[in-house]
Each structure stands twice: as C-alpha cells, then as structure tokens.
C-alpha cells in the first residue's frame, strides 16, 4: 500500500526494495513516476539527514529500508 503524501503524490517500498514515487492524475493514471534502488533510496535519506551523507547514515539508512 503507497503512502499518499499530498496533491496526489504516493510512495511505496516495493518487495525487492525498490522505492516507487508517482503522482495520479485527475483520473488516477500516474502521469510521473519514478523508481529508486534501495542503495541509491539509502543515499538520498542519509543525505538530508541532519549528519549528512556519511558512511555511517548511509549504512543505518540502508539496514532501517531492508529490516523486516
């Protein structure tokens, strides 16, 4: 189930880790979306962390995204 954000934006973790992000238009059809490997998803979470971009937010971001 995709979390909904706001204006019709949504994001969900897919089964193989892939973060989805798209956007529906006025007749539910996403007209944007994108898809985010869990890695490249882990660097963008650690990135706008207060520590920054780090080896270690990296790791911890990476471990939070594929904990079960």
């Given at each position: 189930m995709a979390f909904h954000w706001k204006d019709?934006?949504?994001f969900e973790r897919r089964v193989d880790g892939v973060v989805r992000i798209y956007h529906l238009d006025d007749h539910g059809i996403a007209d944007e979306d994108i898809e985010i490997d869990a890695d490249s998803w882990a660097s963008?979470?650690?990135s706008v962390s207060a520590r920054g971009d780090t080896a270690e937010a990296f790791r911890e971001a990476r471990e939070f995204?594929?904990?079960l």
């Open positions: 019709n934006w949504y963008i979470i650690a995204h594929n904990r």
